[in-house]
């Protein structure tokens, strides 16, 4: 570790400057670092665990179910609302925690700041509630009934003329 | 830091009263949408009315100040508070309108959206005509395409409409994505992102002309989006005859003059070099090595020259006016060319004339919608015999929007020219004054078609309510008296081309 510290302090402030580098070029170094990264870590791995598949371990994890059809499937529409809410929410809370942080400091402003925040929010959110995006209508259970019509077989083909 | 937030606050009214009126705006609309689908047609309306009426009263009490707020991101500067009127103006205009656009009325689920988001479409223009920082620019740019693309398919019943708004959307998405890469450009090669920075970096020279070149190309993308500038016009036609009448006629106005006083602001500030001594008073010169005017002189040619000879071929009357809007586009480009506070007060006052006359073409085309459902030039077989005011109103427009005497548009061709000849830009005005003629034909098209064509057999005189005869009266009174009285508008056109901070 510590010699890896101590390249990686040789990298930026020797051997980078050495190199010119414009700030676009530190910027493309790091993507190259990436890269290499992601790759080193699959590559290393794939070079030091052992290789044993059985069609059990190669199946796709559903929580231990047995997976029943294909992951392609339409997915509710309400799932995107549900989501949008949900990120509208999600930043408010990484908006308050700072500034919960900060709060004695800044006293009646920040209040009222905040204040004006939420307010706005709320107002997104009762939007979404009166206009019923958040009711999940679920569709009528259709209960399989014993008295049932046998369909009928299928209309045979017509017989083709040579 | 607080204390500064604070001051910038009391120089930010017009914005937040529009933002606290879009909120307020929505709140009602969904109070009273809970109790019942046809209330609300009177409040919701009325408070988007009060909150633009508000907000314009803070622009107007702005006048005179110049000063940048919130660490320099906004400046309030007799140049943004100009813009800033015309918007506020032209979106009143736009409520009023929507109370008789039966395409408006019609989809009346959607009223409280339909008028919070022109609101919202209103403070976002606000935020582009006086940015003074590239991310600000690209925040308010964002904010007031998202919303446009909502309004423009806001008859989401009509297919037309929602092609409108995907087409918009992805028009605008690819804009907007090439502009911000030129801004990352532009701050990789500056080192800054309010404009100030950016030019005191560019006047010190020692940078790569190319990448600046390349940048500033892509930053015109984005600009040229906004005011349907020739290589990016492409979404103008489409959009313009699927949306409803009324955010069409908002478009061709205030989404223009916005993304014209973002991209006067943007060149003039960032890209003039201050060190050049021994010009000529009001004169500015462009950056050494980078002469970007000539770039937007040929944008400009390319702008105007397009949307007159396409124009010729519609025969939609909104698609028409789409063109011609383009080609406003390009006579307005040739004001920023010369690099004069000449050409800038000529574009400014084109601004205003061309607010009365296009709000006004777009009225007479939703007034006579309503009435025969049809927007085709063939429709309009006979209207100045079915109803004579709007057949002269049509007319009186028409003229101004070609530009001839006695009417507002001369005036606005009339400065953008002299100007041009003053600079010895002229090319660009036999340029201009060809196009001009060229319009002449298309415009009279329509003409004879109202007057010199017999009306359908079975077509009657169109009678208008009182209330729209009256609006078009509001437009058509300055059309003409703009032609005739100008010196306050010129007046006030020459004393806002100042900006914050350049000379």
């Known amino acids: 570790m510590v010699i890896s510290a101590q390249w990686s302090v040789a990298l930026f402030t020797t051997i980078i400057p050495l190199l010119m580098l414009t700030e676009f070029g530190k910027i493309l170094i790091f993507f190259i670092l990436g890269g290499v990264f992601v790759a080193g870590g699959l590559i290393a791995s794939w070079l030091l665990r052992p290789h044993r598949p059985y069609p059990g371990k190669l199946s796709t994890y559903e929580c231990g179910e047995e997976p029943i059809g294909t992951a392609w499937v339409r997915f509710n529409v309400r799932f995107y609302v549900i989501a949008l809410v949900f990120l509208i929410f999600d930043v408010e809370i990484v908006f308050l925690f700072p500034w919960a942080l900060v709060y004695r400091e800044l006293g009646l402003f920040a209040f009222i700041e905040m204040a004006v925040f939420l307010l706005i929010l709320w107002v997104g959110y009762a939007y979404v509630w009166v206009k019923g995006d958040l009711n999940w209508d679920k569709p009528a259970p259709q209960v399989p009934t014993l008295n049932f019509v046998a369909a009928k077989p299928p209309a045979r083909p017509e017989p083709v003329e040579a | 830091m607080i204390e500064q937030i604070l001051n910038s606050l009391s120089q930010f009214l017009p914005e937040v009263t529009l933002v606290a009126a879009f909120c307020l705006t929505l709140l009602i609309s969904l109070i009273?949408?809970?109790?019942?689908?046809?209330?609300?047609?009177?409040?919701?309306?009325?408070?988007?009315?009060?909150?633009?009426?508000?907000?314009?009263?803070?622009?107007?009490?702005?006048?005179?100040?110049?000063?940048?707020?919130?660490?320099?991101?906004?400046?309030?500067?007799?140049?943004?508070?100009?813009?800033?009127?015309?918007?506020?103006?032209?979106?009143?205009?736009?409520?009023?309108?929507?109370?008789?656009?039966?395409?408006?009325?019609?989809?009346?689920?959607?009223?409280?959206?339909?008028?919070?988001?022109?609101?919202?479409?209103?403070?976002?223009?606000?935020?582009?005509?006086?940015?003074?920082?590239?991310?600000?620019?690209?925040?308010?740019?964002?904010?007031?395409?998202?919303?446009?693309?909502?309004?423009?398919?806001?008859?989401?019943?009509?297919?037309?409409?929602?092609?409108?708004?995907?087409?918009?959307?992805?028009?605008?998405?690819?804009?907007?994505?090439?502009?911000?890469?030129?801004?990352?450009?532009?701050?990789?090669?500056?080192?800054?992102?309010?404009?100030?920075?950016?030019?005191?970096?560019?006047?010190?020279?020692?940078?790569?002309?190319?990448?600046?070149?390349?940048?500033?190309?892509?930053?015109?993308?984005?600009?040229?989006?906004?005011?349907?500038?020739?290589?990016?016009?492409?979404?103008?036609?489409?959009?313009?005859?699927?949306?409803?009448?009324?955010?069409?006629?908002?478009?061709?106005?205030?989404?223009?003059?916005?993304?014209?006083?973002?991209?006067?602001?943007?060149?003039?500030?960032?890209?003039?070099?201050?060190?050049?001594?021994?010009?000529p008073e009001g004169m500015w010169a462009s950056l050494q090595g980078f002469e970007w005017n000539k770039l937007l002189a040929i944008l400009s040619v390319l702008t105007m020259t397009l949307g007159n000879l396409v124009a010729i071929w519609q025969n939609n009357l909104k698609r028409l006016l789409a063109y011609s809007s383009i080609a406003h586009a390009g006579y307005m480009l040739m004001g920023v060319v010369v690099l004069s506070d000449k050409g800038l007060a000529a574009v400014l006052i084109y601004f205003v004339v061309y607010l009365f006359m296009n709000l006004g073409a777009f009225l007479v085309v939703m007034m006579v919608a309503n009435k025969t459902g049809s927007e085709d030039i063939d429709s309009y077989k006979g209207l100045g015999y079915r109803s004579p005011l709007v057949g002269v109103a049509m007319v009186i427009f028409f003229i101004s929007l070609t530009g001839l005497p006695p009417t507002a548009g001369f005036i606005g061709k009339l400065y953008l020219f002299v100007a041009l000849l003053d600079a010895q830009w002229v090319w660009l005005a036999v340029v201009g004054a060809l196009n001009s003629v060229v319009s002449l034909y298309y415009y009279v098209r329509v003409l004879r078609n109202m007057f010199l064509r017999d009306p359908e057999k079975d077509a009657g005189p169109l009678a208008f309510s009182m209330p729209q005869v009256v609006l078009l009266l509001v437009l058509l009174l300055p059309t003409v008296i703009l032609g005739l009285y100008f010196a306050p508008l010129v007046d006030w056109a020459n004393a806002s081309v100042l900006m914050f901070g350049v000379r």
């Open chain 2, 32 to 279: 009273l949408s809970s109790k019942g689908r046809n209330r609300g047609r009177v409040a919701v309306p009325s408070a988007a009315l009060l909150g633009v009426a508000v907000s314009l009263f803070f622009v107007l009490d702005q006048a005179g100040t110049s000063q940048s707020i919130f660490s320099g991101m906004v400046v309030v500067d007799p140049f943004s508070v100009f813009f800033k009127t015309v918007i506020a103006g032209s979106s009143i205009l736009i409520i009023f309108f929507s109370l008789f656009s039966s395409e408006v009325q019609n989809a009346e689920r959607y009223r409280g959206e339909y008028f919070s988001l022109l609101l919202a479409l209103t403070l976002g223009m606000y935020l582009m005509s006086a940015s003074a920082n590239l991310l600000m620019m690209i925040l308010a740019l964002e904010l007031t395409s998202l919303t446009s693309y909502v309004l423009a398919g806001y008859t989401k019943d009509a297919g037309d409409s929602s092609e409108a708004s995907l087409k918009y959307i992805i028009y605008g998405a690819l804009s907007s994505g090439l502009m911000l890469y030129g801004v990352s450009l532009l701050y990789g090669l500056t080192g800054a992102t309010d404009i100030y920075g950016v030019n005191k970096a560019l006047s010190g020279g020692e940078v790569d002309e190319v990448a600046l070149l390349i940048a500033s190309i892509l930053m015109i993308a984005g600009f040229g989006y906004k005011i349907s500038a020739v290589p990016f016009h492409f979404w103008t036609p489409d959009v313009y005859e699927g949306a409803p009448v009324t955010i069409t006629a908002f478009l061709s106005v205030a989404s223009k003059a916005a993304g014209f006083a973002m991209l006067i602001r943007f060149f003039k500030v960032s890209f003039i070099d201050s060190s050049v001594i021994g010009l």
